[in-house]
Nanobody, 116 residues
Framework: VQLQASGGGLVQTGGSLRLSCTVSGSRSSINAKHVAWYRQAPEKEREWVARIAPGGSTDYADSVKGRFSISRNIAKNTVYLQMNSLQPEDTAVYYC?????????WGQGTLVTVSS
């Protein structure tokens, strides 16, 4: 199973970006997996940002609640992270992770830089 994360870039404070995480090489669809976004800022530990469960329920870290939204397109096997009202503290490498049963896989990360 491979995860391809994309959509990062440079944006000004208050701007928006949409990240994508496309899952390939799996027998099951993304709606059979728990898919989450994490981020790692420079010199900080990786932290969880948002997740979407197989049934479609979502959950967010307090730091992004109300600004970020996770969704999925089952036909495209892709999970999205819509990020609005971006702040400099959102600057990080963003990773997606898929989990199913006892297995999991990480994407390669995409860099988001928010300038002040």
């Amino acid at each position: 199973v491979q995860l391809q994360a994309s959509g990062g870039g440079l944006v000004q404070t208050g701007g928006s970006l949409r990240l994508s995480c496309t899952v390939s090489g799996s027998r099951s669809s993304i709606n059979a997996k728990h898919v989450a976004w994490y981020r790692q800022a420079p010199e900080k530990e990786r932290e969880w940002v948002a997740r979407i469960a197989p049934g479609g329920s979502t959950d967010y870290a307090d730091s992004v609640k109300g600004r970020f939204s996770i969704s999925r397109n089952i036909a495209k096997n892709t999970v999205y992270l819509q990020m609005n009202s971006l702040q400099p503290e959102d600057t990080a490498v963003y990773y997606c992770r898929a989990a199913w049963g006892t297995a999991f896989a990480w994407g390669q990360g995409t860099l988001v830089t928010v300038s002040s």
